[in-house]
């Protein structure tokens, strides 16, 4: 497949805004493992190979195991996530499913009891940030592969 532009050259001031939210991310006290699961349960599933590729590799370097990240897809059934992972990945496939239907009481609720309100607010916005990238990464063919860990911060 090959990339159809480099967005990052063509528009880099809305290239610049998103990677300061990823900037504000990293640095939001949110768990870097937790960060890069989510993001990386988000890109499986909107089939975003490039995001799957980055995110893979970077929770790797953050020390998440391979067993963790095999059973992603399958979080429900795995025993080797704490309730907050849970309640993070489940919160994550509500807001990437937000055209199935609004978000339920339940999921919120449920987020609600393991993280505080900013805590909740960042890991919203960092799932809000994935999608996007996922969806600029898919439209524009960004080529899966390459990607070294730690490379975007």
């Not at 050259?9 to 493992?33: H, N, Q, T, W």
């Not at 590729?53 to 897809?73: F, N, T």
């Not at 919203?124 to 080529?143: D, Y």
Request: aromatic share 10%.
């Amino acid at each position: 497949m090959t990339p159809r532009m480099e967005y990052w050259k063509i528009a880099p001031v809305a290239f610049k805004a998103m990677s300061s939210l990823e900037v504000y991310l990293r640095d939001s006290g949110l768990d870097k493992a937790l960060l890069h699961m989510v993001k990386l349960r988000a890109s499986q599933m909107n089939g975003c190979a490039y995001c799957i590729d980055m995110h893979w590799k970077d929770a790797r370097a953050a020390d998440v195991s391979e067993q963790r990240l095999y059973g992603l897809d399958a979080w429900r059934e795995a025993p080797y996530y704490s309730d907050r992972e849970r309640a993070a990945l489940e919160w994550t496939e509500a807001l990437t499913n937000v055209t199935s239907g609004h978000v339920p009481d339940s999921v919120y609720d449920s987020v609600r009891g393991h993280f505080s309100q900013k805590e909740l607010a960042d890991l919203t916005w960092a799932i809000a940030a994935i999608n996007a990238w996922n969806r600029v990464a898919i439209a524009l063919r960004s080529e899966a592969g390459a990607y070294k860990p730690g490379a975007h911060g």
